[in-house]
């Protein structure tokens, strides 16, 4: 999950460092990631994994982390992280 996420990461420009460069822990805001980077994250989530996030999870804390991120999309797939 994570390696799929770290891809979504490689084929857009949501960082200004690469996402290889980042621990699954790293804050990914520290990392550069706009609240405008976020919301086309979470658009190319929901498309990569055919899931649609709910209102719950719109906030800063479900994308902090990529595993924050995979916490997430794991929950909405029912796919363990």
Same mark, same amino acid.
């Given at each position: 999950?994570? *390696? ?8 857009? $420009? %949501?960082?200004? #460092?690469?996402? @290889?460069?980042? !621990?699954? &822990? *790293? *804050?990914?805001?520290?990392? !550069?990631?706009? $609240?405008?980077? @976020? #919301?086309?994250l979470?658009?190319?989530?929901? &498309?990569? %994994?055919?899931? &649609? %996030? ?7 804390? $479900? %994308?902090? $982390? ?6 997430? #999309? !794991? &929950?909405?797939? @029912?796919?363990? #992280?």
């Amino acid at each position: 999950m994570q *390696d799929r996420i770290r891809e979504i990461f490689a084929r857009n $420009s %949501f960082l200004p #460092v690469a996402e @290889s460069t980042l !621990g699954a &822990e *790293d *804050d990914l805001y520290k990392a !550069g990631l706009t $609240s405008f980077a @976020s #919301v086309q994250l979470m658009l190319a989530l929901e &498309e990569a %994994f055919d899931i &649609e %996030f709910p209102e719950r999870m719109l906030n800063r804390r $479900s %994308f902090a $982390s990529i595993a924050a991120i995979a916490a997430c #999309v !794991g &929950e909405l797939t @029912s796919t363990t #992280v």
